[in-house]
């Protein structure tokens, strides 16, 4: 019922309005003036108005800066990111000030030409001072932004770090998972034709392989089985010799990596002490941080705010970014003076329905808690390992033995 009175009250509001302008323009005619005509008076009433509207514009927008400034970039928590917020400022300076410039002459304009009675204007249809001006001033504007930006990104990108800790990040819809390298230092080789309900992340090692056979050839035995009981020549059959033609790729491909094994006289033991972890993963602080980055299924984007760090993840190739954390998340904690504030690695692709849930938690800590927590985490291979460990200690003993 009120939602209908505040409708007619609205509603008679404008009527009312209406007749009301209706009686100005009728006494004006009445009086001999001229509806069509603008006086002086209102000019100068408007031009006034448009210097008024110039200070309130001016005023809302630093307003709306300082209610909703902190939604802007993060602090910066990593070496390059100051270097980036540095450059995004200059950039925001150069813009801000043509903003005032232009918006005061525009209003400025407005004002002092405003039309008088007599008044005319120059008509011009060339002037070589204003072309110079109005193009050689900003091409030199833009020229200092583009030389700016040009040598803080080479500065950004082309000196990479000796020595950095490498870490994987692989994506798939719709999670994440980082892999730490083990005890030898090195992440293991991965391919996506490893990949299995018990090795997601296609990692290669001798049993991941051995296993991946398995399942391939017991796959072509029940394809076969399946050819010789369908008709010949009929679409099952032609279907299912395309299946097999497929996993005999497939075999033929594994086959490759084991022959490559063969020729460099090692197998692939480097994966066997890779650290996966979901959920959350740990870096050490002041220390430079080198990601590989692969997908398994569509493109996906690692995207970390307040490193100011984004690569996309790409299926069939491997991409890859560093930077430096300068922050603890107990220091930024205090900075932001939020308590539970985490830094987060998110997906910055629409990857698909569940994408915005697709993040990881990142916990920025000293060398000591970072070596503490990775101790912690579980290899990918344990038996593994603990029989390549057993068959390096068998070979010190027999050097050992061969000596005495």
């Known amino acids: 019922m009120m939602g209908l009175l505040i409708t007619v009250v609205v509603v008679l509001g404008i009527i009312t309005f209406a007749q009301l302008v209706k ?73 801000i000030l043509a903003f005032i410039i232009t918006h005061i002459l525009l209003f400025y304009f407005a004002f002092r030409y405003q039309r008088r009675v007599g008044g005319k204007a120059d008509f011009i249809t060339h002037n070589n001072k204003l072309e110079l001006v109005w193009t050689t001033f900003p091409a030199i504007i833009l020229a200092v932004i583009i030389i700016y930006g040009i040598s803080t990104w080479n500065e950004i990108t082309r000196s990479e770090p000796e020595n950095p800790l490498i870490v994987e990040l692989y994506a798939k819809q719709f999670d994440w ?13 991965a391919n996506y034709r490893l990949i299995s309900g018990t090795n997601p ?36 059959a032609e279907d299912t010799q395309e299946e097999i033609w497929k996993v005999e790729k497939h075999i033929n491909k594994l086959l490759a990596f084991q022959k490559e ?29 080198k990601f590989q980055i692969r997908a398994q299924d569509v493109i996906h984007s690692a995207y970390m705010p307040h490193f100011r760090a984004q690569m996309n993840a790409v299926p069939g190739m491997i991409t890859s970014f560093y930077f430096t954390p300068n922050k603890t998340t107990e220091e930024m904690r205090l900075i932001t003076k939020n308590p539970e504030f985490d830094y987060l690695l998110y997906c910055n692709k629409i990857c698909g329905a569940a994408h915005y849930n697709m993040q990881m938690k990142i916990v920025i800590e000293s060398r000591e808690k970072y070596e503490a927590w990775l101790n912690q985490q579980p290899v990918f291979y344990a038996e593994g390992l603990e029989r390549l460990l057993e068959e390096e200690l068998n070979k010190k003993q027999e050097v050992l033995a061969s000596k005495k």
């Open 261 to 289: 094994a063969d020729n460099r006289g090692a197998g692939y033991i480097s994966g066997f002490d890779d650290k996966p972890v979901k959920v959350e993963f740990h870096l050490p602080v002041d220390e430079p941080i």
């Open 23 to 95: 009686v100005f323009e009728v006494t004006k005619s009445l009086k001999g003036g001229d509806d069509h005509m603008v006086t002086d008076k209102e000019n100068k009433t408007q031009a006034s108005l448009m210097f008024g509207y110039l200070f309130f514009f001016f005023a809302f927008c630093i307003g709306i800066y300082v209610k909703y400034g902190y939604l802007m970039l993060p602090e910066a928590a990593s070496v390059h990111g100051e270097k980036i917020d540095t450059l995004l400022g200059f950039n925001f300076l150069i813009i």
């Open 201 to 236: 992340m296609g990692l290669i090692t001798d049993n991941t392989l051995d296993e991946k056979l398995t399942e391939l050839n017991e796959k072509k035995g029940e394809l076969e089985a399946k050819l010789m009981d369908a008709i010949p020549d009929g679409k099952i």
């Open 177 to 189: 998972t980082a892999r730490f390298p083990g005890e030898d230092g090195q992440l293991g080789e």
